[in-house]
């Protein structure tokens, strides 16, 4: 009945974004891998839910380890507990007794939902779109361009100007003040060769936009600090130019946005790692606790023990879910999910919005991502707004405020705050009591998978340094079959992907929606 | 570039075993590939075929060996036009799995989504789910049902001209229609690349 291969190369247990990278990269260099997950889904803190999944979720408490499987000894080798600890705490659900909407009718529609766990927006030139595209698995999913970037001064909302055309557009700014806009973008992209920033890389990016100016009113210094560089007080002008040059560069690729979201939630992501994964043979097995590790006595991991069964493997990867040294100095952020009565059906069907609140009076920066029904994340008339900051006092008590303020109570149908664990601010993936675990982060608070990526191949890199990260995987009409022994054999990718995009776009006024031109066909 | 008015993605389900690859080989290859195992690196395999004069492409996705322990990825059935569930007449459990398979089509493809049952492996003379038995399932579910045998070549190029006609059909409906915007699942038929839906990131 149960077939599952003893011994493999790699297991990979929970699959977020980062140990699914992990998976699907090993696999794809012809090593064997076992990929488990404890939860009936996938993505763990990565995962898109439907709404009777999401409310059961935030309210279960992690099952205790009963200890059952559990073992003490097996050929010479320690065994050592895998303990979950708590993902979500201070979890508050509000509902709103008004609204058309209600529970009962939430959970009739509970499928058309996919609410992020993890809400993340791509940059088009960052490293997951690159990834994507270089290991030739876009074709898993689907994307949309963000429609608008917003940020909140003083108490308006107001829109940030991003293409040249937007910024030729938009009231929000002066004829002046868009040329200096327009300078300033211009050098941020030669950042390295222009000594008036090379000064300042290690200083702090908010004073040297306040000190130096450059010709910047205030008003777009508020621009370029808190969207397009998205920085904190703390933040580096050389961290900061990077991430603005990214934003920058970013633009016009697809459309006059620097962002996508894939349809139907970030948790497809770590999905279209999966899927690659086992089409390159990895074997997977959901819902399936895992009991602890077997360790030799160098503490080297040398096994994994699921449902009081042994599977041997050279490494081991895991999320926080399988961590058995039981870290407990976690950091944690705040979440808001909110879904919401859509204002006008006219506004362009969800193809979502980011608004990035700078930090105020004790309470951090929030990022706030607003998506419609078009994004196939939930019922046609409603809209879903996601809250992330990092946690202050509680996900509540950080953010209800705000919610409120944007949010108007006739507009609000349900809310529900929880804080979630981050570790991403942890150093290293490997943990310092065991040789051959890695341990990969949670979302975190950043907006892309940069990290994530990062770190998974890192990861990769210390278990096999001599094989290549995620080459690109071929084409069907690439692989020639070979009938004589039912083996497939694959040519060597040569050729990359190439990237269609749109001009350099800055200066396209397309719908800035290539999902909707690809929805129209040929004339 | 080849050209093609159409493109459909197809999807297979059903437990492992029931010949699901071996459906899309014969088909897409003319081939009956022998033995078992996992076929490492296919991720979908391309056949055209004429409707009424339109070159209509199907991309017929194959499950990945996902379905052995009921892990198959929510994103594998997005966007599908068609999903043909598949079972080996030979083998009960195989059939009794059928209901637990539409109840996941159920959760995660678009409701609009064409279905087929297909009773798999009519060469064995071992049977265990009589043909009626087959057809009053899809009959009760509102689905396409046919018997093949992927190893002698039967019905398997009716299976696939039959799905590859109905959506063309349906296709044309949606795009001559004046009502309303289209139909999801109408997103990537006509496009000249491979992947229209994803054609932003190729």
């Given at each position: 009945?149960?077939?599952?291969?003893?011994?493999?190369?790699?297991?990979?247990?929970?699959?977020?974004?980062?140990?699914?990278?992990?998976?699907?990269?090993?696999?794809?260099?012809?090593?064997?891998?076992?990929?488990?997950?404890?939860?009936?889904?996938?993505?763990?803190?990565?995962?898109?839910?439907?709404?009777?999944?999401?409310?059961?979720?935030?309210?279960?408490?992690?099952?205790?380890?009963?200890?059952?499987?559990?073992?003490?000894?097996?050929?010479?080798?320690?065994?050592?507990?895998?303990?979950?600890?708590?993902?979500?705490?201070?979890?508050?659900?509000?509902?709103?007794?008004?609204?058309?909407?209600?529970?009962?009718?939430?959970?009739?529609?509970?499928?058309?939902?996919?609410?992020?766990?993890?809400?993340k927006l791509?940059f088009a030139r960052g490293k997951?779109?690159e990834?994507?595209?270089?290991?030739?698995?876009?074709?898993?999913?689907?994307?949309?361009?963000?429609?608008?970037i917003l940020t909140l001064k003083g108490?308006?909302?107001v829109?940030v100007p991003c293409?040249r055309?937007?910024v030729?557009?938009?009231?929000s700014v002066n004829?002046v003040e868009k040329r200096a806009l327009m300078r300033f973008i211009t050098n941020v992209l030669d950042y390295e060769n222009q000594p008036l920033f090379t000064e300042w890389l290690d200083k702090p990016f908010e004073d040297f936009i306040k000190l130096k100016a450059l010709f910047l009113t205030e008003n777009l210094q508020h621009f370029i600090l808190h969207s397009i560089a998205m920085a904190t007080p703390s933040t580096t002008t050389g961290s900061a130019l990077e991430d603005a040059r990214k934003f920058i560069r970013s633009l016009?690729?697809?459309?006059?946005?620097p962002f996508?979201?894939?349809?139907?939630?970030?948790?497809?992501?770590?999905?279209?790692?999966?899927?690659?994964?086992?089409?390159?043979?990895?074997?997977?097995?959901?819902?399936?606790?895992?009991?602890?590790?077997?360790?030799?006595?160098?503490?080297?991991?040398?096994?994994?023990?699921?449902?009081?069964?042994?599977?041997?493997?050279?490494?081991?990867?895991?999320?926080?879910?399988?961590?058995?040294?039981?870290?407990?100095n976690?950091e944690h952020i705040s979440?808001?999910?909110?879904?919401?009565?859509?204002?006008?059906?006219?506004?362009?069907?969800?193809?979502?919005?980011l608004l990035r609140v700078p930090p105020g009076n004790d309470r951090p920066a929030v990022t706030v991502?607003?998506?419609?029904?078009?994004?196939?994340?939930?019922?046609?008339?409603?809209?879903?707004?996601?809250?992330i900051c990092r946690k202050v006092?509680?996900?509540?008590?950080d953010?209800?405020?705000?919610?409120?303020?944007?949010?108007?109570?006739?507009?609000?149908?349900?809310?529900?705050?929880?804080?979630?664990?981050d570790t991403t601010m942890r150093s290293k993936?490997?943990?310092?009591?065991?040789?051959?675990?890695?341990?990969?982060s949670?979302?975190g608070l950043q907006l892309d998978y940069d990290i994530h990526i990062e770190q998974?191949?890192e990861?990769?890199?210390?278990?096999?340094?001599?094989?290549?990260?995620?080459?690109?995987?071929?084409?069907?009409?690439?692989?020639?079959?070979?009938?004589?022994?039912?083996?497939?054999?694959?040519?060597?990718?040569?050729?990359?992907?190439?990237?269609?995009?749109?001009?350099?776009?800055?200066?396209?006024?397309?719908?800035?929606?290539?999902?909707?031109?690809?929805?129209?066909?040929?004339? | 570039?080849?050209?093609?008015?159409?493109?459909?993605?197809?999807?297979?389900?059903?437990?492992?075993?029931?010949?699901?690859?071996?459906?899309?080989?014969?088909?897409?290859?003319?081939?009956?590939?022998?033995?078992?195992?996992?076929?490492?690196?296919?991720?979908?395999?391309?056949?055209?075929?004429?409707?009424?004069?339109?070159?209509?492409?199907?991309?017929?996705?194959?499950?990945?060996?996902?379905?052995?322990?009921?892990?198959?990825?929510?994103?594998?059935?997005?966007?599908?036009?068609?999903?043909?569930?598949?079972?080996?007449?030979?083998?009960?459990?195989?059939?009794?799995?059928?209901?637990?398979?539409?109840?996941?089509?159920?959760?995660?493809?678009?409701?609009?989504?064409?279905?087929?049952?297909?009773?798999?492996?009519?060469?064995?003379?071992?049977?265990?789910?009589?043909?009626?038995?087959?057809?009053?399932?899809?009959?009760?579910?509102?689905?396409?049902?046919?018997?093949?045998?992927?190893?002698?070549?039967?019905?398997?190029?009716?299976?696939?001209?039959?799905?590859?006609?109905?959506?063309?059909?349906?296709?044309?409906?949606?795009?001559?229609?004046?009502?309303?915007?289209?139909?999801?699942?109408?997103?990537?038929?006509?496009?000249?690349?491979?992947?229209?839906?994803?054609?932003?990131?190729?």
């Amino acid at each position: 009945m149960d077939d599952l291969p003893r011994e493999v190369d790699v297991i990979v247990l929970g699959t977020g974004v980062p140990e699914s990278i992990v998976a699907a990269a090993c696999a794809r260099v012809g090593k064997s891998v076992l990929h488990f997950d404890h939860r009936s889904h996938y993505g763990s803190m990565f995962a898109s839910f439907n709404f009777h999944d999401l409310t059961e979720i935030l309210q279960t408490p992690p099952k205790p380890s009963d200890g059952d499987g559990a073992a003490t000894s097996e050929d010479g080798l320690r065994f050592i507990q895998s303990r979950a600890s708590p993902v979500f705490s201070n979890v508050e659900i509000e509902v709103n007794e008004h609204s058309e909407w209600s529970l009962e009718k939430l959970e009739q529609n509970s499928r058309k939902f996919n609410l992020d766990l993890a809400p993340k927006l791509l940059f088009a030139r960052g490293k997951m779109v690159e990834l994507l595209i270089s290991s030739n698995i876009a074709k898993y999913a689907e994307f949309k361009l963000t429609s608008k970037i917003l940020t909140l001064k003083g108490d308006d909302i107001v829109q940030v100007p991003c293409s040249r055309a937007d910024v030729f557009a938009t009231d929000s700014v002066n004829v002046v003040e868009k040329r200096a806009l327009m300078r300033f973008i211009t050098n941020v992209l030669d950042y390295e060769n222009q000594p008036l920033f090379t000064e300042w890389l290690d200083k702090p990016f908010e004073d040297f936009i306040k000190l130096k100016a450059l010709f910047l009113t205030e008003n777009l210094q508020h621009f370029i600090l808190h969207s397009i560089a998205m920085a904190t007080p703390s933040t580096t002008t050389g961290s900061a130019l990077e991430d603005a040059r990214k934003f920058i560069r970013s633009l016009g690729r697809y459309g006059n946005s620097p962002f996508l979201s894939p349809i139907y939630g970030c948790g497809e992501l770590a999905q279209c790692f999966c899927r690659l994964c086992a089409v390159f043979g990895g074997v997977y097995h959901l819902d399936r606790q895992v009991e602890g590790y077997f360790v030799d006595e160098d503490n080297r991991v040398r096994a994994v023990r699921s449902r009081g069964e042994t599977f041997r493997a050279s490494h081991v990867v895991i999320n926080q879910d399988f961590d058995p040294s039981h870290t407990s100095n976690n950091e944690h952020i705040s979440r808001a999910i909110v879904i919401l009565h859509q204002e006008s059906p006219i506004e362009e069907p969800g193809a979502g919005t980011l608004l990035r609140v700078p930090p105020g009076n004790d309470r951090p920066a929030v990022t706030v991502i607003e998506q419609g029904a078009g994004m196939m994340i939930c019922p046609k008339n409603l809209m879903v707004a996601h809250f992330i900051c990092r946690k202050v006092i509680s996900a509540r008590e950080d953010l209800k405020a705000l919610v409120e303020k944007i949010y108007p109570s006739s507009k609000r149908v349900w809310v529900a705050y929880f804080n979630m664990i981050d570790t991403t601010m942890r150093s290293k993936p490997t943990t310092d009591d065991f040789a051959g675990l890695y341990l990969m982060s949670t979302p975190g608070l950043q907006l892309d998978y940069d990290i994530h990526i990062e770190q998974a191949e890192e990861v990769f890199r210390k278990m096999y340094p001599d094989e290549e990260f995620l080459p690109r995987a071929p084409d069907p009409d690439e692989i020639i079959l070979d009938f004589e022994d039912g083996v497939p054999q694959q040519p060597a990718a040569e050729h990359q992907g190439i990237a269609q995009e749109s001009g350099d776009g800055s200066e396209s006024d397309g719908s800035g929606n290539p999902v909707a031109e690809a929805e129209q066909g040929p004339a | 570039m080849e050209d093609y008015k159409f493109l459909f993605k197809v999807v297979l389900i059903g437990n492992a075993g029931v010949g699901k690859t071996c459906l899309v080989r014969r088909f897409t290859q003319g081939m009956f590939p022998p033995g078992q195992g996992a076929t490492i690196g296919v991720d979908f395999l391309i056949k055209t075929v004429e409707v009424d004069g339109d070159k209509v492409k199907l991309q017929i996705w194959d499950t990945a060996g996902q379905e052995r322990f009921r892990s198959i990825t929510q994103s594998y059935y997005r966007s599908a036009h068609a999903l043909v569930l598949v079972y080996d007449i030979s083998s009960q459990p195989t059939f009794d799995c059928l209901p637990d398979w539409l109840r996941e089509i159920e959760q995660y493809a678009s409701p609009k989504v064409l279905r087929a049952v297909v009773g798999n492996k009519i060469d064995r003379d071992d049977r265990e789910i009589p043909t009626h038995i087959g057809e009053e399932f899809a009959r009760r579910n509102d689905m396409y049902f046919i018997e093949t045998s992927a190893k002698e070549a039967d019905n398997v190029e009716k299976l696939f001209t039959e799905i590859a006609h109905r959506l063309t059909q349906e296709a044309r409906a949606s795009r001559y229609s004046t009502s309303g915007p289209a139909a999801p699942d109408l997103s990537q038929s006509p496009s000249k690349s491979d992947n229209p839906c994803c054609k932003m990131l190729q």
